[in-house]
């Protein structure tokens, strides 16, 4: 290994804007909290551990168990 590398002549990734896409979620304090606090634990940041958790959700097809009620 070197000591040093010159990256100056790099080139951005051209697919990097397809890899992941900026959106805005509401999520509750708490919620919030719960990440930011496992995210210190673990020492990933919280936005990329609730990615993680998400991907893996929908790779297994985890679906929650809850029913809505209508208000009459």
């Known amino acids: ?3 040093s590398y010159d990256f100056s002549g790099g080139k951005k990734n051209p ?3 397809r890899l992941k896409k900026q959106v805005t ?3 509750e304090e708490g919620t919030i ?4 606090d496992l995210s ?6 919280y936005q990329t ?3 993680l ?3 893996d959700c929908a790779s297994t ?3 929650l168990a809850l029913e809505w009620k209508l208000k009459n």
């Open 61 to 63: 097809s985890r679906r």
């Open 25 to 27: 979620i509401r999520l």
């Open 15 to 17: 697919y990097a804007n």
């Open 53 to 55: 958790y998400l991907r």
């Open 33 to 36: 909290t719960y990440f930011k």
């Open 1 to 3: 290994m070197r000591k």
């Open 49 to 51: 551990l609730i990615n």
């Open 40 to 45: 210190e634990e673990l020492g990933i940041p």
